[in-house]
């Protein structure tokens, strides 16, 4: 299987369209709110981790690893964090963070 340049589009497009119903941010957020919320905050920390461990196995002499196939799942976890702010009410549900309240 090959990763093609057609579906990181297809993911930008994605993230653009919830996107475009969420309040700008104006702190970082917490992974958290609603059970979906939290749950797709997991699968973008996985999406992240995978995303690491495909741009160090890319720098192995030998291995072939597609810079497409990097930009997707940089994309995918950002779709991940998009979609976890619109499981939350859109932003409103949103578990923020407070500089020293958040301990």
């Known amino acids: 299987l ?11 497009a994605d993230i653009d369209a919830l996107n475009a119903a ?9 992974p958290g709110g609603s ?10 920390t996985v999406a992240r981790r995978a995303e690491r461990l495909m741009v160090e196995l890319s720098r192995r002499p030998g291995e072939k690893v597609s810079g497409e196939a990097v930009k997707y799942m940089n994309r995918l976890s950002d779709l991940l964090f998009v979609a976890a702010r619109a499981a939350n009410d859109n932003g409103a549900g949103d578990v923020l963070w407070v500089p020293g309240a958040n301990r």
């Open 2 to 12: 090959r990763i093609v340049a057609a579906q990181v589009e297809r993911l930008e």
């Open 22 to 30: 969420l309040s700008p941010l104006r702190s970082f957020v917490l």
């Open 35 to 44: 059970p979906a919320a939290a749950a797709l905050h997991v699968a973008r």
